[in-house]
């Protein structure tokens, strides 16, 4: 069965930092395109495309204008795992966010209508 589980997410003041992971079973995360999105209160059921990391043979990633420069996305292909380290992190960045999968050999395309497989999501929450 093909699962992403999504984990790391918490409480955190505003300039704070988190480190979100999400891994794999059932298949090997290194073939797909990764997306980190996000659902922010009362704006169900819209997410938000926040970064976006191609196969591994592509090689690019892909940012939303809002956390260019704080949030940065990363493989472990040892470990079948995804990363979102976040830093510098605001308010407006509380919400649920979910990694998903698509692919095999999908581009960094953050659109959330591509992605065939989800996590069940992970709560962040930016607040003193």
């Known amino acids: 069965q093909l699962q992403l589980v999504e984990s790391g997410g918490g409480l955190v003041q505003p300039g704070g930092s988190l480190r979100l992971s999400c891994a794999a079973s059932g298949f090997t995360l290194d073939y797909y395109a990764i997306g980190w999105f996000r659902q922010a209160p009362g704006k169900e059921p819209e997410r938000e495309g926040v970064?976006?990391?191609?196969?591994?043979?592509?090689?690019?990633?892909n940012y939303a204008d809002s956390v260019k420069g704080r949030f940065t996305i990363s493989r472990d292909n040892a470990k079948n795992a995804v990363y979102l380290q976040m830093n510098s992190l605001k308010p407006e960045d509380t919400a649920v966010y979910y990694c998903a999968a698509a692919g095999p050999a999908v581009q960094a395309i953050c659109v959330p209508e591509i992605y065939d497989y989800w996590g069940q999501g992970t709560q962040v929450t930016v607040s003193s």
């Open positions: 970064s976006c990391i191609s196969s591994s043979s592509g090689g690019s990633t």
